[in-house]
């Protein structure tokens, strides 16, 4: 009861940082400088609006008030990313590094790292892309080939990554890399920082269904990178980076997505069939639902655990609703409940982005042998 109490609370506290977030999108729409898009977290890239968001000291606002950050919960978090999500807001190019590497570099890195990249993130002048996919090791991450080896003042790294979202945007990625080949694939893998502009990196793009550029794949020849960009401990890359996929998988964006879709249909839901209104009604349901996970991982994430499975379960779970607000958009669209011109941007992007929600961050399949294993655990 004291937790339900805590939880109530957290949510009316982080009001004001809502407010905050409705009023910049609000008047950034107003003056007509963004539209909002599905997948926007992906495919909304904006400097200019990161940096709004830094100014207005909305990125990095969990860390540590002696590394810059405003040292709030994950859930104060929540409250600020779900407000720009749902007004699809252009997000890409701090995400990842809002999200994920900052918060790695705060719980690994060694204090001069800190030093190095965490005000860059949170003045929003560092973006990053995650350097793990390769072409024969996505599901099975610990297969990874790109390897480094130690030199003077630092390691040379060689191999390639793929579906390297943002990485022509980027000018930092995260890399996991071999240093190490014992007899478990597990050992041996380390986590560095890598300038994009560093001798040896090619980026070159892969064009998605939808016909835009937004992942790449990136070859690394003979690239160095210095001793000081390593990212926690050499050959302790897996431990660590399977607490960051919490912060990767456990997030809004695994359900919000497709939010700008539900709002049109929302819109003409009272005036539709009962059938078109229950099913609205299933959806909206099922958001209330996941919103309720969320804030579930967020406080795990605030009691510094990393919870694995139940950011599973919340992308599993809200990776099926973001597929479903598109159906229910498809079945209204060929009744005219939802009309074709006025939803066809809207349900075009979803549409296009949607075979990419189930696979990046998990595969819908591994996510559920995670979940699987909590059980038998
Ligand atoms: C839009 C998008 C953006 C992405 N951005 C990035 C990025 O920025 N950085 C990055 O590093 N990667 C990125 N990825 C890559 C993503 O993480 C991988 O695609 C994902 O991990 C799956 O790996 P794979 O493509 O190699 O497929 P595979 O691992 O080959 O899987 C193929 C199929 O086999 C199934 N399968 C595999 N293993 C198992 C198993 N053990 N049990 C049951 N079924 C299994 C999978 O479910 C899947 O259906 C992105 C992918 C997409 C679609």
Not at 34 to 54: H, I, N, V
Not at 227 to 248: M, N, T
Not at 351 to 376: M, T
């Amino acid at each position: 009861m004291t937790n339900r109490i805590t939880e109530v609370d957290d949510r009316e506290a982080h009001a004001d940082l809502r407010e905050e977030a409705r009023s910049l999108v609000a008047s950034w729409q107003i003056a007509g400088r963004y539209t909002p898009q599905s997948d926007s977290w992906l495919r909304g890239f904006d400097p200019e609006f990161s940096k709004e968001l830094a100014d207005r000291r909305l990125i990095g606002i969990t860390w540590p008030v002696e590394v810059g950050g405003r040292g709030l919960s994950n859930t104060a978090r929540l409250a600020v990313t779900e407000e720009l999500l749902r007004a699809g807001a252009p997000v890409a190019a701090h995400w990842v590094g809002d999200r994920q590497i900052g918060p790695a570099i705060v719980r690994h890195g060694h204090p001069a790292l800190k030093d190095e990249l965490l005000p860059g993130i949170i003045a929003a002048d560092y973006i990053f892309c995650l350097g793990m996919s390769e072409p024969e090791a996505g599901s099975d991450l610990a297969s990874l080939t790109t390897k480094a080896t130690k030199v003077d003042g630092g390691w040379t790294v060689k191999g390639r990554k793929i579906w390297t979202s943002g990485a022509h945007h980027a000018t930092h990625m995260y890399l996991l890399a071999r240093t190490a080949r014992g007899e478990k694939k597990h050992a041996g893998l380390t986590e560095f920082i890598l300038d994009m502009d560093t001798p040896g990196v090619d980026v070159s793009p892969i064009v998605d269904l939808a016909g835009e550029h937004h992942f790449n794949e990136v070859t690394l020849d003979e690239v160095f990178v210095p001793d000081r960009r390593v990212l926690g401990d050499v050959g302790g890359g897996w431990s660590q980076v399977v607490g960051q996929l919490s912060f990767e998988r456990g997030g809004p964006e695994r359900f919000l997505t497709t939010y700008p879709l539900l709002a049109e249909i929302i819109k003409v839901t009272p005036s539709s069939s009962v059938g078109f209104r229950e099913e609205v009604g299933s959806l909206v349901s099922r958001l209330a639902t996941l919103r309720e996970l969320a804030w579930q991982v967020a406080h795990a994430m605030d009691s510094g655990a990393a919870p694995v499975q139940e950011a599973a379960t919340l992308k599993y779970l809200g990776n099926a609703f973001e597929h479903d607000v598109i159906e229910v958009a498809r079945r209204a669209r060929s009744r005219d409940a939802l009309s074709r011109h006025s939803s066809h941007n809207a349900y075009l992007q979803a549409l296009l982005a949607s075979p990419g929600y189930s696979i990046r961050g998990g595969a819908a399949e591994v996510l559920l042998s995670l979940i699987a294993r909590q059980e038998v655990q």
